[in-house]
């Protein structure tokens, strides 16, 4: 009996000796804001669920740190002369998790399905001009357009756009099966998943980690602390709030890159009062964009005109960023709001940047008398009833990655985000738009963005676009080879632990 | 006695039906449309209609209930619209994290709480007493989130000593796992604790002044023999009451402190739900949470039952 | 618990009165009166405007200028706890009002007629009863965007229960005394015999329950708001701002503190004044 106690003492004490969890030989533990709702990339629709996609998946092509398109499953491509035929060769021998070989079917199947209408995939709008899919051989596959597109490629990169195994479509929402580096284990929905390393990975020697976590914590301030105690290895998306404080510690490594990646004060001209060019150009100039930048960021984002963020050749540095309270009451009273009007303005819930943007915004638009009322709205419900719809609200878009995907679907009066969001119109940026596609050179398409933004800035604003905002990532010392990217995903091939 | 409590249950069940139709009939009100939410705004008209036909939206809404109750008999607690996957085994997974939650909370609600109340009865008057009040006084005052982010900022910001949330499986770690359920076992209980105190204070101080007592007294028995015997046996039937009561506060913070320190269980499911009008994983947590809320009542009642002898011995009669 | 005349008589003598006031409800009653007057002339009192930016001074800890600190947009901390405590105040108060407006009449019904109205309206109090109070709080503010109104009249339906429950208790007792009897006697309708002969006498033990009422909705309305399913940004409701300063804990702790803190002490004394109500006027009541 004496030795039942010996033993069981013993067992508590070591079980309260043994220190916690430790993070074993390489298995990372990264924090997320919010919960995954799918685990099917043509259905992702949030920055974390894009976090597992490039964990699970792999595209054609992939963008990297310096927003240039790399080879991933496509090794090489090429295309016609009138650039409306696009031929990519995959490399061979890429296994699924499952152990089938991917072959240029699965490609197929994949773009198909994404066209498709009954799957609802945000990046079907990125497909709307191939008119036919070939598959050629067992690991060439032909796209036909029906008008040149130079950037093609591109496309292949984005998030949505991961190849999936045309036996295995089915129960991807359960079940993902990808060629990605690490191997889907378990998912806890509000919890969360865990991955493990796929030994077949094509590329040799990667990935250096054993295992990856993807812990959900919607609590900005648990996820610091979390960082700060070691219990996590990654913050994704540090809260701007605490980046400062976290520069100071040694132990931490907080790492900012400029994205451009954009929240925009969206002004839907397709409901009134936002019908009349004057109300928007009122509006346009009562924000003094750095003074947001500050507000909102913290100071971690730098005020732009456009999608073009600041950091890129093509910005127009003659474009003012400072509020003209004077001229834009005159714009109001011209419209026939000289003591401005009552509106509501919906934010998505769960979005601190976004929510501070709305309460800015309210505050910025005080003296001229427009009173804002603030309604949150969930993410789902909001981009159900609010996006495209709504006369007043907040957005944001990730960064894309060239300028045209990033400019034309939204400011081309037929562009497909353009119906969804702001019912935007204006002649002359269509033809600067289509001149710049069709530009011979880089100094044409310099000159023909130059004028876009003068145009949606001084003529004719479609919104507000105050700030690109900064992609920050924190991690511990202990994390080797690991970079934040201005796509804003996390690219763990080649990230170890090293004590 | 079996009678009683088989008529209970049929009571119990009826109750069940009854908010379940009140749960279904509310959050139909849901505006906005179910089959867009799942396949987005670019989603085409028809597609919107086949996908609202093949989850039935079309049908009359009696219909619509009868499929989601028989189902609920067959264990199928439906189909999250948002996650796509059966909710049945990402509740019962929910379930089990509060459960654990829940019981060592009540555990210590009901050791502490009474040992408090009984510790201040007995020594009515003394600084012990005070200084239990003051502190029931807070803790009845104070809402469980603020005391959550009082003991975030004490013991994980400042002091750095426990976890400021999440949840350790039992499997990966033991000692992680007590240590992440310290916090949370603490803010759900401290608010309980002092009511549970009070009213044992209360109920033990009538209990000390009654007949049987001075009666038991009188008659030379040991303090401690009377103090557990005969005042606490009766000074508890009115504790057990509240203590059922309390479980009622216990469900509803479990909601706020599970959203305080993102501990994955039942309470956080639903306010995701909420915050994503996923229809069906809203009315299958309340209905499983009300259940549990109707049942541990029963259980309380019939507990009281058991302790009463007056209803007891009534029951008997009848 | 038919009030004798004799005490009809003491209890409008206030110097009699005057002897009989418990310390808790002078205490508690101060501070609840006290509380009041602040939430009625914040907008004057307070330094700044509740929602008035000052970027520069942003998370700073309290100072000469911003007594309480200011938050993560350079608001007042003070000026926002004492504005909020209108929002919160009022949440309570009109979810009181709503179960008082709901509960007293069914509960009247319910004693008064016995039969079947009783026993469908017992019924229904039965299933609202069912769910636990935050449960019963969320399932209806989760169907619809919302805001202080909404809050306030779910957490009013939230405790219609409770107050039918006790009126009926209350008629049951009061149902067979003499001067009810006499009034039906007398022909009366029974709308004139509940309102000015039973309420009357009703009262005393509703309103102390009302009291308590006031902090439990006030807490419940304070955790829905903290849920996000009460008041709106950027409102200062207390709940909001202790939600809202979860996210500036190591930063900004003050930001969270200061409400919370706001919220004890109101609870307090509105506890305290409840306590002291109802030594006041039912010393023959057992403790609670």
Known sequence: ?499 | ?318 | MRVKPSEKKEISNPKRMCRRIPVSLMIGGLLAVLIVLMALAAPWISPFPYDEFHVKDRIQPPNATYWFGTDEFGRDVLSRVLVGSRVSLFMGIVATAISLILGVPLGLLAGYHRGSVDEIIMRLTDILMSFPPVILGLLILAVTPPNIIKTAAAVGAVYVPVLVRLTRSVTLGLIEEEYILAAKARGERAIYIMAAEILPNAWPPIIVEASLRVTFAILLAAALSFLGLGAQPPSSDWGLMISQGRSYIDTGPWIALFPGLAMCITVIGVNLMGDGLRELLDPRMKHR
């Open chain 2, 1 to 318: 006695m079996l009678i009683y409590i088989s008529k209970r249950l049929a009571y119990i069940f009826l109750i069940l039906v009854a908010m379940s139709i009140l749960i279904f009939a509310i959050t139909q009100i849901l505006p906005g449309n179910v089959a867009q939410m799942i396949l987005g705004q670019f989603a085409s008209e028809e597609s919107i209609k086949l996908l609202e036909a093949k989850l039935g939206l079309n049908d009359p809404l009696p219909v619509q209930y009868w499929r989601w109750a028989r189902g609920i008999f067959h264990g199928d607690l439906g189909h999250s619209l948002v996650m796509d996957r059966p909710i049945a085994a990402m509740l019962k997974q929910a379930f089990m994290r509060s459960a654990v939650l829940a019981f060592f909370s009540f555990f210590f609600v009901t050791v502490i709480g009474i040992g408090l109340g009984v510790i201040a009865a007995v020594r009515k008057n003394s600084p012990t007493d005070h200084i239990v009040s003051v502190f029931t006084y807070f803790g009845i005052s104070v809402p469980e989130f603020f005391w959550g982010i009082v003991f975030i900022m004490l013991f994980a910001s400042y002091l750095g000593w426990l976890p400021s949330g999440q949840y350790v499986e039992m499997t990966e770690s033991f000692r992680g796992w007590l240590v992440h359920l310290i916090l949370p076992v603490a803010t759900l209980t401290l608010t309980l604790i002092a009511h549970v105190s009070r009213l044992t204070r209360s109920s033990m101080l009538e209990a000390l002044q009654s007949q049987y007592v001075r009666a038991a007294r009188a008659k030379g028995l040991p303090e401690r023999v009377v103090l557990v015997r005969h005042a606490l046996r009766n000074a508890l039937l009115p504790t057990i009451t509240i203590l059922a009561i309390d479980v009622g506060w216990l469900f509803g913070g479990i909601v706020v402190v599970e959203t305080v320190f993102s501990f994955p269980g039942l309470g956080r499911l639903l306010i995701f739900a909420i915050g994503r009008q996923d229809l069906p994983l809203i009315q299958a947590c309340i209905l499983v949470i009300t259940a549990l809320y109707s049942f541990s009542n029963l259980f309380a009642d019939l507990l009281y039952t058991y302790f009463n002898p007056r209803v007891r011995y009534a029951r008997k009669a009848e």
């Open chain 1, 1 to 499: 009996m004496k030795r039942m106690y010996a033993l069981l003492i013993t067992f508590i004490a070591l079980s309260l000796l043994l220190p916690l969890p430790c993070i074993a030989g390489g298995h990372l533990k990264i924090a997320l804001t919010g919960n995954l709702n799918t685990l099917d990339p043509a259905k992702s629709k949030t920055g974390d669920e894009y976090m597992y996609m490039f964990l699970v998946f792999n595209g054609l092509t992939v963008i990297d740190r310096n927003m240039t398109v790399q080879p991933d499953l496509a090794y090489k491509w090429e295309s016609s002369e009138d650039l409306k035929t696009w031929t990519f060769y995959l490399r061979q021998g890429v296994k699924f998790h499952h152990g089938r070989e991917m072959t240029a079917e699965d490609v197929a199947f994949t773009i198909n399905r994404i066209m498709d209408k009954a799957t609802g995939s945000r990046a079907r709008v990125n497909f709307l001009m191939v008119e036919k899919i070939d598959v050629v051989d067992k690991y060439t596959v032909r796209f036909n357009l029906s008008i040149p597109y130079a950037s093609f490629p591109d496309i292949f990169g984005t998030r949505q756009v991961r190849i999936v195994p045309k036996d295995a479509a089915d129960t991807l929402a359960t079940k993902p099966i990808g060629t990605g580096p690490f191997v889907f284990k378990s998912f806890a929905p509000g919890d969360k998943v865990e991955m493990v390393r796929n030994p077949d990975y094509f590329e040799k020697g990667k990935p250096k980690l054993d295992a990856v976590t993807l812990l959900i914590m919607p609590e900005s301030a648990s996820r610091v602390t979390a960082l700060e105690t070691g219990e996590i290895n990654v913050v994704w998306k540090l809260p701007m709030e605490s980046v400062d404080r976290l520069k100071k510690n040694t132990d931490i490594i907080v790492d900012e890159v400029s994205t451009s990646s954009w929240d925009g004060i969206i002004m839907n001209s397709s409901k009134k009062p936002f019908d009349d060019v004057r109300v928007r150009k009122a509006i346009h100039l009562a924000i003094d964009k750095r003074q947001v930048a500050e507000i909102v960021l913290f100071g971690h984002g730098s005020p732009t005109h456009s999608p073009i963020p600041p950091a890129h050749p093509f910005f127009n540095k003659n474009l003012s960023f400072e509020a003209d309270p004077e001229k834009a009451k005159q714009l109001m009273a011209e419209a026939g709001y000289p003591n401005g009007f009552e509106i509501t303005l919906i934010a998505p819930d769960g979005r601190p940047v976004r929510e501070r943007l709305a309460v800015a915004t309210r505050e910025l638009l005080k003296p001229l008398g427009i009173k804002v009322n603030i309604q949150k709205l969930p993410w789902d419900k909001f981009i159900a009833d609010a996006e495209g719809k709504a006369a007043f609200y907040i957005d944001g878009f990730f960064s894309r990655p060239t300028v045209d995907t990033s400019i034309y679907p939204w400011y081309y009066s037929s562009g497909s985000w353009n119906k969804g969001l702001w019912h935007y119109r204006n002649a002359e940026v269509d033809a600067v738009l289509d001149a710049a596609r069709r530009a011979a050179s880089l100094e044409d398409q310099k000159k023909a963005y130059l004028k876009f933004q003068k145009l949606v800035v001084e003529d004719d604003p479609p919104s507000v676009i105050p700030y690109s905002v900064n992609h920050i990532d924190g991690y511990r010392k202990e994390v080797k080879n690991l970079h934040s990217c201005p796509m804003m995903w996390l690219d763990l091939r080649d990230v170890e632990i090293v004590k």
